[in-house]
């Protein structure tokens, strides 16, 4: 089986850190060395949706617009989607808020 590039190098580094392969490879100064990846060495993995088509579970998103637009009340919407409504909740018809 033919290794790529980065994987050679991935197991160089391991191989000079006595296998530890969450330790980056540095170079001869001890200052670590940046691993480039192809995109074409990666394989496309499924994403999760938490609004299909809009909000990947798991992922950063920038919500910008200007003053009044709506960016606070769709994060609260979104908020109560995820978690409850906390004045439903089981906690607060019992005076645990």
């Known amino acids: 089986m033919t290794r790529t590039k980065f994987e050679q190098k991935r197991q160089q580094a391991g191989a000079a850190t006595g296998g530890k392969r969450d330790a980056p490879p540095t170079d001869a100064n001890g200052h670590a060395k940046l691993l480039v990846r192809p995109m074409s060495e990666l394989k496309a993995q499924p994403v999760r949706y938490f609004v299909p088509g809009r909000f990947a579970k798991g992922k950063l998103h920038l919500i910008a617009g200007r003053d009044g637009s709506g960016k606070s009340t769709l994060l609260r919407t979104l908020k109560v989607l ?4 906390p004045e439903l909740s089981p906690a607060a018809t019992t005076g645990l808020v």
């Open 82 to 85: 995820h978690f409850g409504h």
